[in-house]
């Protein structure tokens, strides 16, 4: 989902900084607020920032041929709520774009719209509409995660074929093409990050089951389930 | 049962990894006889199709820095995922750890630790 360094029209690059900027700046402030009001938490968001580290790093090999990474923003979006991935997701994207050129400064605020805001705030949502309709805890952090994860490449999609319509089909066929490169080679990394939410899930479930109980993630009765 | 479906998990993971390199097949060379590409990155591909869709279109900046070659790029991948595993397993190790003192408390109130037998 890494737009890469100067790759994004000069237009686009600063609208799609000027939209996540104000998400990064909120969720600052949130974690902030969070970590003054709970400080026992502030080992859980380092966690959740780790998880999103190592996800990003790991290039797995899809059906369609091509490489691609999970994000791991799932986890902290349903831990902290959305709006705190967007500042650990530019930690997460500025180290790659000024170590690994791996994405790029002039490209920082599409990647992060797609990763670091559309993602978690689809994973949150996902989580509570999966919780209302009685799905269980695990199947519903799977859907969150995985759908989040997949969203996020359907929104580098749309990000790039916005800027590069195509001469003929416009938007749409523009958008089938990269969303053929994206989101198909996507669906099985999305699986596989939703399994492994569930399985970070489960471990703090087993041993920290106060603080998702303090996070009202998990009602009294499921702590043990 | 959370045990066994941690592991199965995790082999679900393995195999969505693994299968891939299996049931792909390498595809033909192309017309001038390049060997074709398997398994390269998504983004260098979103790279080649914006090439294809608008030919005109410069990148307009450049990366800073770039890794000097393949190699020191996965370095720096590894560790990447390295600081993030560790924390985790940092963090995973500090609550087990904390969970069973404060199980051994409540046992060892009962019946005080036994020295071990020295062999």
């Known amino acids: 989902m890494h737009i890469m360094e100067g790759f994004l029209p000069f237009a686009h690059a600063v609208g799609w900084t000027l939209a996540s900027a104000p998400f990064v700046a909120y969720g600052l402030h949130a974690v902030k607020k969070r970590i003054r009001d709970k400080p026992e938490q502030r080992m859980l968001l380092g966690v959740a920032a780790a998880f999103s580290f190592v996800l990003s790093a790991l290039k797995l090999p899809s059906v369609t041929g091509s490489c691609s990474h999970p994000t791991g923003t799932g986890l902290g979006a349903l831990l902290f709520g959305p709006a705190a991935m967007a500042p650990i997701g530019a930690v997460v994207l500025l180290f790659q774009a000024l170590l690994l050129a791996h994405g790029g400064l002039t490209t920082l605020g599409a990647n992060l719209f797609s990763m670091a805001i559309v993602g978690p705030f689809a994973a949150a949502a996902i989580f509570r509409l999966a919780r209302g309709i009685k799905c269980s805890f695990a199947v519903s952090v799977f859907l969150a995660a995985s759908l989040a994860d997949l969203l996020t490449y359907v929104t580098t999609s749309a990000q790039l074929a916005w800027a590069f319509p195509d001469p003929i089909g416009g938007f749409t066929a523009s958008f089938a093409k990269f969303a053929g490169i994206f989101a198909l080679t996507q669906i099985p990394l999305a699986i596989s990050e939703g399994l492994l939410t569930v399985v970070i899930f489960n471990a703090l479930a087993r041993f920290n089951p106060q603080e998702l109980q303090d996070m009202k993630l998990l009602p009294p009765q499921e702590l043990r389930a | ?119």
């Open chain 2, 1 to 119: 049962m959370k045990c066994y479906q941690n592991w199965l998990l995790l082999i679900a993971v393995v195999l969505l990894a693994a299968l891939p390199l299996w049931l792909v097949e390498k595809p033909a060379a192309d017309a001038d006889g390049k060997p074709a590409e398997i398994f390269a990155g998504a983004d260098n591909k979103a790279k080649d199709l914006i090439g294809e869709i608008a030919p005109a279109y410069q990148p307009w900046f450049k990366p800073i820095l770039e890794p000097a070659s393949g190699e020191i790029s996965s370095l720096l991948f590894a560790l990447q995922a390295a600081l993030g595993a560790g924390f985790i397993g940092y963090y995973l190790g500090v609550s087990v750890t904390r969970e069973k003192i404060r199980r051994g408390i409540q046992h060892n109130a009962a019946s005080p630790e036994k020295q071990p037998d020295a062999d």
